[in-house]
């Protein structure tokens, strides 16, 4: 009578040598070449061989859209951290550079009646970082949402067609 899953009675031994893990087609993870053998004692001085690079052929069936969300979301919001960081250096240089002050002068000095147009007080940096902010938010919410709309389609075009099929590769 056995009492475990295998069939074996406790204390038989394994006649079959060592467990071996293995994977869906019921081929070995690692080869019976590349396992060493237990049962030799090792030698001080051995030839080592070059490994053989075991290949893996596997699928992408389907991805979780949720996680698909977070990790787009997560990204977007450091591109718009980003984003608004760089406008504001580039605010700031402009700024230092005196463009502001130069554009508003040759405005001035073409004749154009620019009534009174101060280009440091229409574009100045509450007023840019404002808006930067808001296009960000904006954009977050809508990069993840298409992503995440792109992950639903990816899923229901793997059902067809049976997902995207990836050699990996042990070097």
Same mark, same amino acid.
């Given at each position: ?10 204390? !038989? ?7 071996? !893990? ?57 591109? !718009?951290?980003?984003?608004?960081? !760089? ?85």
């Amino acid at each position: 009578m056995s009492d475990n899953l295998s069939g074996r009675t406790p204390g !038989a031994t394994n006649q079959q040598g060592p467990r071996v !893990a293995r994977s869906a087609s019921n081929q070995p993870l690692i080869a019976d070449h590349d396992r060493p053998n237990e049962n030799q004692p090792v030698r001080s001085v051995q030839r080592r061989k070059k490994p053989r690079a075991r290949r893996m052929n596997l699928s992408l069936t389907r991805v979780d859209a949720w996680s698909v969300a977070k990790v787009t979301f997560m990204l977007s919001l450091a591109g !718009a951290i980003i984003q608004i960081v !760089a406008v504001l250096l580039l605010w700031m240089l402009l700024k230092v550079v005196g463009v502001f002050d130069s554009v508003t002068q040759m405005v001035s000095s073409a004749g154009i009646d620019a009534g009174g147009l101060n280009l440091a007080n229409v574009l100045s940096l509450p007023t840019v970082l404002g808006a930067v902010t808001i296009w960000s938010i904006v954009q977050m919410v809508l990069i993840t949402i298409v992503v995440s709309i792109f992950a639903l389609l990816y899923n229901v075009v793997c059902a067809l067609v049976g997902g995207v099929h990836v050699t990996l590769g042990d070097d």
